[in-house]
């Protein structure tokens, strides 16, 4: 009977689940297949004699991980670059979809919507150019300025002091836009006769956006906090490998563009594998403490 009426539902809603399939398969072939991957962290991967030829050495490569003063660096570089746009990031597009809430003119508000959305659409290989050549020490925008103050240029991205600050920069200047919609979303959600009774009680701008409009997203928040906790040790590949070069290595190698280069660049596999298993295996402990915390502090958490 339950199969027969799961069954009926589907042809009930046949088109939905025609666009849900290929997302499901793209979390399958992407997701879960190489997921069987993982038992090379525990292998000296050979390429030439596949999983089941490589030797087994257990722990090995975890041991030679968590000797590493090499790993060791790289992992602070991701706990602080992360930590930085945890705390400068996370809170930005909710204060700009707070202000583009206050907006009441509604040909303003689209065109400020769409020029912060327009990044969000340019790959790295781009933003990197454009970034590349505003900070160039010959001819760059800003060095133009600072020596139009007297002041002499500086290579922003070769040196250690600003590298970091300006990954944090252009992963906003890219992402933030975009994440707006998700909070303006969460708002159009919260009931309008709250801010009637808000403005009958005299309560203005500022009031109704502190005591409704924050309370009535603070679920959504907590959950993208939640994920983002869960992401605290992934960066983004593309954005660091585009503007970074050995002279900011100390400070701006991340475990992703570290796995890149062990394991393709050296061709140590298995390593690499170690490598991005404990990542993800930190990431998940991370996810679940800060689910349960939230669930024990505020009775909001994802599951």
Request: net charge positive; proline share 4%; aromatic share 14%.
């Amino acid at each position: 009977m339950n199969t027969r009426r799961m069954m009926a539902d589907i042809r009930k809603d046949m088109a939905l689940h025609i666009l849900l399939f290929p997302p499901v398969v793209f979390m399958i072939v992407f997701r879960f297949l190489p997921l069987t991957w993982i038992v090379m962290a525990f292998q000296d991967y050979n390429i030439f004699r596949g999983l089941a030829g490589s030797p087994w050495v257990g722990l090995h490569h975890f041991r030679k991980l968590f000797s590493s003063e090499e790993f060791l660096l790289v992992f602070r570089n991701t706990l602080i670059i992360n930590i930085y746009r945890i705390v400068f990031l996370f809170p930005a597009p909710i204060i700009v979809a707070l202000l583009l809430n206050e907006i009441r003119t509604l040909l303003f508000k689209r065109v400020v919507q769409t020029i912060i959305y327009i990044p969000h659409f340019l790959s790295w290989v781009v933003i990197a150019a454009i970034f590349i050549q505003i900070l160039s020490v010959d001819g760059g925008l800003v060095n133009q300025m600072l020596m139009a103050l007297g002041i002499r240029p500086v290579p922003f991205l070769m040196d250690k002091r600003f590298f970091r600050g300006i990954l944090v920069f252009t992963a906003g200047w890219k992402d933030v836009g975009w994440n707006t919609i998700i909070y303006l979303a969460a708002i159009t959600g919260i009931d309008p006769n709250l801010y009637e009774a808000a403005m009958v009680e005299g309560a203005g701008r500022f009031r109704k956006m502190w005591h409704i409009t924050l309370p009535g997203i603070a679920t959504t928040v907590i959950v993208l906090l939640l994920l983002r906790m869960g992401q605290i040790l992934t960066s983004n590949v593309d954005q660091v490998l585009m503007l970074y070069n050995p002279l900011v290595y100390e400070v701006g190698d991340v475990l992703g563009t570290y796995v890149y280069r062990m394991g393709l660049g050296k061709m140590e596999y298995s390593f690499g594998t170690a490598v991005g298993l404990f990542n993800s295996v930190i990431g998940f402990v991370l996810l679940l403490g800060a689910n349960a915390l939230t669930r024990k502090l505020g009775d909001r958490s994802i599951w």
